[in-house]
Every structure is written in C-alpha cells, then in structure tokens.
C-alpha cells in the first residue's frame, strides 16, 4: 500500500535529517555502531498499574549489539496474521549459525500440531537501526530448511496449499513424522514461498534484560514484526517487533510451556498446555505491560477502560521518542462507545467488536509538538494558536485533527480476546494493527493476529476517572543513557507530513 511506501520513504528522510541534525550540532547523538561498539540502556521503572508489587522496581537494559548466544523460547501458543498458529524455539550459536524450529498448530491453542520446521542458517549483526531505535539490523542466511508433516491430514492440507509452484519429488514423498528437505543449497525457493515463509524476522533483534530485585533475571529475544498483509510477508523489512521469546536460562516462573518448547524437535512438536481462556469480560482498566515498538519509529503505552453498562470505551495512548518510553511526546485519549459481537471463526477464542470513537483529546507533552501542532491551520486541528505543552485540547470542534491524521467520527472492527497468565492474571489481547498503517474500518481488515497483551488493574489501584489525563503518572522512571540522541524531529515530520494515518497514532 502507497501508505507503507510513505511510511519508509518517510523514515529515509529522518535518517537524512539526523545526519544533518547531527553535523549542524556536532554532537555525536547517534554514531553508527560497529558491532564492537555497544551502548547501555537503563531504566528504573514502577508501572503503575501493575499486578506485582509496587515497590517492586525492575531495571531494564538492552545491549547493542546484543548477545544472541542461547536459546529462546515461546511463552505460549502465539499468533501470527492469517491466522497461523505456533510455537517457536530459536538457538543462536557463537559461530552466528542458528537453527530455529518451528512448530505450527491446526488450532488456536496450540494442541494440535500440523506440521515442523528445522531451520539452519548463519547470522551476521550489522548495526545499529535508524529506524527502531534500540534494534540492531541483521542479514540472515539460510542453509536449509526441514519438514516434518505430523499426520496424514495435514499432509493433504500441505499439498494442496503448495501446488503448483512447489513440485519437487520430496513432496510427494511426505511421510508423516519423517523429515524431509523443503530447502537446501541446491534447491530452489519455490516451496518456502508457497508457505508464506520467511525468516526475514532474524533482520531486526533486540535482546532486554529485566533485572528483578532479588538478583533474578529475565531475558527477552524480540526479532521483527511479520506483515499482516500475506502477500507481503515474505519481502517485507521488519520495523516493529513480534512478542518476545525468553530466554531458556532466564524467564519468567513458573512457565510450563517453556519446558515443553525447550525439549520439542522437529519429530517430536510441543502439545502446549490448556491456557485458561477467560469469558470474556472488558469491565475494568488495563494497562500495557512495557514499552510497545510499532513498525516504523513509534513507542507508547496504551491504556484502556471499559464500562460495559454503558458500552463506553477510553483509550490512552502516550507516546515516546525513545524505546523505553521515558520521553513522552503527546497523548492521546480518545473514547467512544463499544459493541460486542460473535466468537471469532478465524481465530476460536477471540471475539468480534466494533468501536466507534467520537472523541479525541491531546496533549502536546513537549515544547516542539506544542509548536508543531500551534502552526496547524484554523479549523484543522483544535483551536489553532491555543496548543501549550500539557494542555489538553479536544478535537471534535474540528472533527479530528489533519495534521495527526485524525478522522471524527471513526469505527473500527476489533478482534479481542481474553486469557490469564501463569499466575491467573487477566489478559487483554487486542486486534494487531495493519502494517501498512492503514485502519480496520471494515469488517474485511479486522485483525487476525493481536498487539502485546494488557494486564487487568486490580480494584485497588484504579482511580477515578477524573484522575486521568494530564497529571497522570504511569511510571517513575529514571533513565541512565548514554550514545542516545532525541528522535522527536523525525517524529514530528512524520506528524507534519500529516501522511500518517490514523492508526500511526493509534
Ligand atoms: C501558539 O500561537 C500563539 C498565537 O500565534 C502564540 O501566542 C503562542 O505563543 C504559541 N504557543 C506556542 C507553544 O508556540
């Protein structure tokens, strides 16, 4: 879509004005990493809302170049767009080989496998990204690539779906639980795309350390996002993150699917065990559980409350120039009313929704956004000449806002889902959004995948309503960074350009 295009021409014309922004200050905000050159992030957090303690504080820090060594795990049966169902457990390797394996599912609970992959291949860091600050860019290449069918119905389905481009002689060889060649050296690459797949998710990574108060550890592997439009998955260059894989040696405990993930081969795929699947129920405030990336340049935290007697929704959405969230931007709060609708067929535990949003409210969080969004015209965006940092201004008087792509009124068909974690913590699952940057406002572009979860606040800590907005204080954060410099111009292109659209805000 001519919106993606944008998007990464746009992200081209940031990296020429941080280059120039850089020569004109002479300050080394962001010198192009070698791979020897590393640079430490750390933060000191307090989610507000947040179902452990409060005076719990996690330091998180994250590496570039990251260490990869090790290997990583699915935390549950994930969901990619399609929908495809699976399970993954990637070793990376000193030496930079890895070999990922892949496990996919006829169903959405991952109990039921259909087939594996055992993916071999060497991987080279190149460097920093200028595009996912806090990401390191990496080239993959592959050596071969596995199969193993795990019963004759899905051998069937799998032929079907991989004729006719895909005719080598192995497939029709295909025995259930016996390996079989779909790519080497040799061969082509016909039947790899007939799948739909890529690895093309090794070219971002980001590994985070969590650093817990009892000298526990948790580390997580992020590698780039798939496209949710299948066509093109298989060339598409990562700008955002799928959810992360844990560490084998450190994740969180108790994580039951963790230890059957670890033990699985291609011959012998996980069986996940029973997520509890939750009624659903949105009553409540959630909250994000970390710092979110979306494709191409955007951080935030999103926040939701729900009041299903009234079928009202709020969404706020805070937005950040830098991959742990600590430089706030603007905020978004935006509401409306909700609708519920059937169970998914797509994706079985998921249920349909529609959400109409009648307002939006934003606050400028910095001086340059104040400035950016003062110069919008008459009638545009707010009252033009009245915009002042944290000061809120709601949209409705002038149906939205061009410059932020804002449309009023606006609907979108949501794809939501609840579960509970390890501990029986609810999660809310919300609809991924186009990569394109486009928005579900048809039933037709509804998500089959979904964003990181949401955990559900508890009685205690939720406030009145009237607390919300300006004074709010998702987090204590104190940041030690070094080798950083402030993206926020290139945000604000991307703003001013007003060729965002609006889920680039959402
Ligand atoms: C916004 O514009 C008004 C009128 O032009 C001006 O007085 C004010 O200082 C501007 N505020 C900011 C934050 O730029």
Redesign the pocket.
């Known amino acids: 879509m001519s919106e993606g295009r944008s998007a990464h021409v746009l992200a081209a014309v940031c990296l020429i004005w941080q280059v120039a922004l850089m020569t004109a200050t002479g300050s080394k905000l962001w010198e192009v990493p070698t791979t020897s050159s590393s640079f430490m992030e750390s933060l000191q957090w307090q989610p507000h809302c947040h179902y452990r303690h409060h005076q719990e504080r996690v330091k998180i820090t994250a590496e570039i170049p990251p260490r990869l060594d090790g290997t990583w795990l699915s935390t549950r049966c994930e969901v990619r767009p399609g929908p495809e169902f699976l399970t993954r457990s990637y070793t990376f390797h000193p030496t930079r080989h890895f070999q990922a394996l892949q496990h996919y599912y006829a169903d959405s609970r991952c109990e039921n496998p259909t087939y594996s992959l055992a993916i071999r291949g060497k991987l080279r860091l190149r460097q920093a990204s200028w595009i996912t600050r806090g990401a390191t860019e990496a080239d993959h290449h592959l050596s071969g690539v596995t199969i193993v069918v795990h019963s004759l119905a899905a051998k069937q389905k799998l032929n079907s779906r991989l004729a006719p481009s895909c005719v080598g002689p192995s497939l029709a060889r295909l025995v259930p639980g016996k390996p079989q060649d779909l790519y080497n050296t040799r061969a082509g690459r016909e039947c790899l795309s007939a799948l739909g797949f890529s690895m093309m998710e090794l070219d971002l990574v980001r590994v985070e350390t969590q650093h817990h108060n009892h000298g526990e550890k948790l580390q997580e592997l992020f590698l780039g996002d798939i496209h949710t439009d299948w066509t093109q998955r298989t060339h598409y260059r990562p700008t955002g993150y799928q959810q992360p894989l844990q560490s084998a040696l450190h994740h969180i405990h108790p994580c039951p699917a963790c230890a059957v993930v670890y033990r699985s081969t291609e011959q012998r795929p996980p069986a996940m065990p029973r997520q509890t699947q939750a009624p659903i129920s949105l009553a409540g405030r959630w909250s994000s559980q970390q710092c979110e990336t979306r494709p191409t340049i955007l951080f935030l935290t999103r926040e939701f409350h729900f009041d299903p007697d009234q079928q009202a929704w709020e969404g706020i959405y805070r937005h950040y120039s830098d991959p742990l969230c600590s430089q706030n931007t603007f905020t978004l709060r935006a509401s409306g009313h909700y609708a519920q609708g059937n169970p998914s067929v797509k994706v079985p535990g998921a249920t349909e929704f529609v959400f109409k949003v009648t307002e939006v409210r934003v606050t400028a969080e910095d ?1 340059s956004t ?2 950016l969004l ?1 110069r919008t015209k008459p009638g545009k965006c707010g009252q033009a ?1 009245e ?3 944290r000061e809120e201004q709601a949209l409705s008087s002038t149906h939205g806002c061009t410059v932020l792509g804002l449309k009023l009124p606006h609907k979108e068909y949501e794809l939501l889902k609840v579960e509970l974690d390890h501990r029986g913590h609810p999660l809310l699952y919300v609809g991924e959004r186009p990569t394109d940057g486009s928005s579900p406002d048809r039933p037709m572009r509804r998500a089959t995948s979904f964003q990181a979860p949401l955990m559900l606040c508890s009685d205690a800590e939720t406030q009145p309503s009237s607390h919300y907005g300006l004074g709010f204080k998702s987090k204590q954060v104190q940041t030690k960074t070094s080798g950083t410099g402030s993206l926020t111009p290139c945000l604000l292109m991307v703003l001013g350009s007003a060729l965002c659209s609006w889920s680039c805000v959402f």
Request: glycine content about 12%; charged content about 40%.
């Open positions: 001086e104040a400035k003062n000449g915009w002042k940092v």
